[in-house]
């Protein structure tokens, strides 16, 4: 039998969200929180490397902004996500796009985030698989 990966109906029926989308949207949110819950603190500075699908529709569906309010500690149903990109920059955040349309990446809705405080680095690799769901 094929391995699952939503565990119940709950996955299948997605997360209380902002929209528009929940692999472009919610999933967008939880893997800048991981990425923000991971680091500890507010960056000065994030790189964004969208590939494929979430290279092609970031904008027309709100993955920017999700990313970003992620990285500063939004959830999913947060109403400031649609200021997010505001918001990081009142606060000092330098944000970084790197496009990849047409790149190998083995799923279309993948982030690459890399944040970036004094000398502390990390990057960090997720993918949205549905349903607001995702993995790191």
């Known amino acids: 039998m094929k391995n699952l990966k939503f565990q119940s109906v709950f996955d299948i029926i997605g997360p209380v969200?902002?929209?528009?989308?929940s692999s472009h949207t919610a999933g967008?949110?939880?893997?800048?929180k991981i990425v923000n819950s991971i680091f500890g603190e507010i960056p000065d500075s994030v790189t964004f490397h969208l590939y494929?699908?979430?290279?092609?529709?970031y904008r027309g569906h709100g993955t920017d902004k999700a990313l970003v309010a992620g990285i500063l500690g939004m959830d999913t149903d947060n109403p400031d996500i649609?200021?997010?990109?505001?918001?990081a920059h009142q606060k000092g955040v330098r944000i970084y796009w790197d496009i990849l349309k047409d790149s190998n990446?083995?799923?279309?809705?993948?982030?690459?985030?890399?944040?970036?405080?004094?000398?502390?680095t990390m990057s960090i690799?997720?993918?949205?698989?549905?349903?607001g769901n995702i993995e790191v």
């Not at 969200?17 to 989308?21: H, K, T, Y």
């Not at 967008?28 to 800048?32: L, Q």
């Not at 649609?82 to 918001?87: C, D």
């Not at 990446?105 to 502390?120: F, L, M, R, S």
């Open 17 to 21: 969200m902002i929209g528009p989308s």
């Open 28 to 32: 967008a949110v939880r893997i800048g």
């Open 52 to 57: 494929n699908s979430f290279a092609k529709t």
């Open 82 to 87: 649609k200021n997010s990109l505001e918001i």
């Open 105 to 120: 990446a083995p799923h279309p809705n993948t982030a690459k985030i890399t944040v970036e405080k004094g000398d502390k």
């Open 125 to 131: 690799t997720g993918v949205s698989i549905g349903g």
